[in-house]
C-alpha cells in the first residue's frame, strides 16, 4: 500500500510539472512582438515643365501671359500609405500636418517616422485642411507653423492651403501683382482636396530600408487643368466661391511621381 501510495505521488507531481510547463510556453506565445517600423520620406519639388522652379524667373503660362512666383506655400495634411494588398497606412493625424515652403528647401523633404514595415506601392494626401479640423480643431500643434508663414486668414481662424503670389503681364498689363489665396470658406465651401498617386514600383519599408519618393507639383497646372484661369480677368483669388473651386480642381493633376 505505501509503495501504491508513493507511485500516486509522483504521478501527480509529473503531472503537474507539464501542466506548469504548458502554461508557461502559451503565455510566451501570447506574448504581443512589437511591429517592425522604419521611416519613409516623401520628397516634394515645385516644377515647371519638369524643371525645378525658379522664384521671380519669368514663366510663360495659357492665355498669352507671363507670370514670376515670388511666393508658393502649401499645406500636406493626411498621409496615408497602401501596401500592394490595398491595405492602408494611416500616418497619425496630429503628426500629419507639414507646411511646404519653396523659399525653404528643407520644408520640402517629409520624414514619416515609425512606418510599418511593408510593401507599399501608393500614396494619398490631402491638400489644406479637411473640414472636420476646420479650423483650427486637433491640429493645434501645426498653428504655430501656419501663423508664422501666413497660412491663416487675419480676420477668420481658418486655413489658407495654397498662397501664390507674384507679378503677370498679359495684353493689357505689365508686371502687375497676383495673389491667389486658396483655402476653404467655413462650412459652406470646401476647398480641401485629396492627391491619390501610385508608385512606379513597389517600396519595401522595413529596419533596414527607409525609401524615399519624389513628388513633382508643376505650378503652370494651377492655369490650364481643367480649368483656363486667367489672371487679367481677375487676379486677387481669395474669398471666391466660383474661382477658387476651379483652382483646387486644377491643382488635383498637378501633383505626379517623378520618374527620377
Partial sequence: MENIQKLCFVLLLVVSLACTSDETVNTNDNETEEPVVGNFVVNFDNVIAEQGLSLQQMYDKVGGETISINELKYIISNIVLIDENGNEFVYPQEDS????????????????????????????????????????????????????????????????????????????????????????????????????????????????????????????KLFSGQHEILLEDKDDIQIDPENAPKITENYLGAFEIALN
Wanted: glycine share 6%; no cysteine.
Fill in 97 to 220: 500636418y507639414f507646411l511646404i515652403n519653396e523659399a525653404v528647401s528643407s520644408s520640402q523633404r517629409l520624414t514619416l517616422q515609425d512606418v510599418n514595415a511593408n510593401n507599399y506601392t501608393g500614396i494619398r494626401f490631402g491638400i489644406g485642411v479637411d473640414q472636420s479640423h476646420y479650423p483650427l480643431n486637433g491640429v493645434q500643434n501645426f498653428v504655430p507653423t501656419a501663423e508664422e508663414n501666413n497660412m491663416l486668414w487675419s480676420w477668420s481662424a481658418g486655413y489658407i492651403f495654397m498662397r501664390i503670389e507674384g507679378l503677370y503681364s498679359s495684353s493689357q498689363s505689365t508686371d502687375s501683382p497676383f495673389r491667389l489665396h486658396i483655402g476653404s470658406h467655413g462650412q459652406n465651401l470646401d476647398n480641401y482636396k485629396e492627391v491619390s498617386l501610385d508608385f512606379l514600383q513597389p517600396l519595401a519599408v522595413s529596419e533596414t530600408e527607409n525609401p524615399e519618393i519624389n513628388i513633382n507639383f508643376d505650378v503652370l
